[in-house]
């Protein structure tokens, strides 16, 4: 059987390492989250240019449709 002071020396020796591996633990989760965050707002800045490009585009080609009527001479009815 151990001596007394050694369990106690042991256990005060090994809380603090418990303790930062938990602390390491919440860490690497909150990082974990982070770079999740992160990867999701690009994602969504990625749709909304996307959605904005699209808009454009389809806007550019309706102003071409236009002018182009615009050219061409009316018919006689």
Do not use: D, G, Y
């Not at 591996?21 to 990082?31: G, I, Q």
Request: hydrophobic share 50%; net charge positive.
């Amino acid at each position: 059987m151990k001596p007394l002071t050694t369990t106690v020396q042991s256990q005060a020796v090994q809380r603090p390492l418990r303790l930062k591996r938990a602390h390491l633990m919440v860490l690497r989760l909150v990082v974990e989250l982070q770079q999740a965050l992160v990867l999701e707002f690009c994602f969504w800045l990625l749709s909304i240019s996307f959605t904005v490009f699209v808009n454009l585009q389809q806007a550019m080609n309706s102003c071409k449709v236009n002018h182009l009527a615009l050219l061409l001479p009316k018919p006689h009815c």
